[in-house]
């Protein structure tokens, strides 16, 4: 079993839809980042949590510890969100989940 | 303020041969550390630096080294290439350790070998 899993791993919406993006991990960690790659491969940040819930805009990324899981969320989907979201998990090194294909079609 | 820079963004190595690749944090960062990303695969954690010193370390063989320098910049060391090393190289830094902030990273390194 992977530290880190995905789900689901594509996914496609309607231009509008609200979306959610899932990551489950088996190790104790510190810290959880959440990354959005386009094609061509530049990575940006989008969160990095330790706790509760951090917002930006349409998106929302929300940790439980406990249980250990963590969501991604995008209201009001674009097609410019079209791109491969991957969590990531730092306990005492940065281990990937294997990422979601997102694409929203207009 | 400039970004992440990595330098060469493309290169073409044979097996056996040595490849150093070079990664310019972002002002302020103390911290690069440095991933794969086979194609189509999700990347892989190679090293973390943060002041000047190793503090992580992936599953990579001994081919694969690193260092970081007094101005925090680092370089990637491959010796021995094989083809399953052809990837994308990211460099990212960040100000603190992997757990103090967010990433920012660099357009990558493309590296083929043939």
């Not at chain 1, 231009?15 to 088996?26: A, H, L, M, Q, R």
């Not at chain 2, 440095?34 to 001994?62: A, H, M, S, T």
Request: with cysteine.
């Amino acid at each position: 079993k992977n530290e880190v899993e995905q789900s689901p791993q594509n996914l496609t919406a309607q231009e509008g839809e609200f979306i959610t993006i899932n990551c489950s991990y088996s190790v104790g960690i510190s810290a959880l980042h959440w990354l959005q790659q386009h094609p061509g491969g530049g990575i940006v940040s989008l969160f990095m949590l330790s706790s509760g819930k951090k917002k930006h805009g349409r998106l929302i990324a929300t940790i439980n510890i406990q249980e250990k899981h963590s969501s991604l969320h995008i209201t009001a989907s674009h097609p410019r969100d079209s791109a491969v979201y991957i969590c990531a998990v730092y306990g005492n090194k940065l281990v990937f989940g294997a990422g979601t294909i997102l694409r929203v079609k207009s | 303020d400039a970004g992440v820079t990595q330098s060469p963004t493309h290169l073409i190595k044979t097996r056996g041969q040595q490849v150093t690749l070079r990664c310019s944090p972002i002002s302020g960062h103390k911290s690069v550390s440095w991933y794969q990303q086979v194609l189509g695969q999700g990347p892989q954690f190679i090293f973390q630096y943060y002041e000047k010193e190793e503090r992580g370390r992936g599953n990579f063989p001994d081919r694969f080294s690193a260092r970081q320098f007094p101005n925090y910049s680092s370089e990637l060391n491959v010796n021995a290439l094989l083809l399953g090393d052809s990837a994308l190289y990211l460099c990212a830094s960040s100000w603190g350790g992997l757990a103090a902030g967010e990433l920012f990273f660099g357009e990558g390194s493309r590296l083929t070998v043939l």
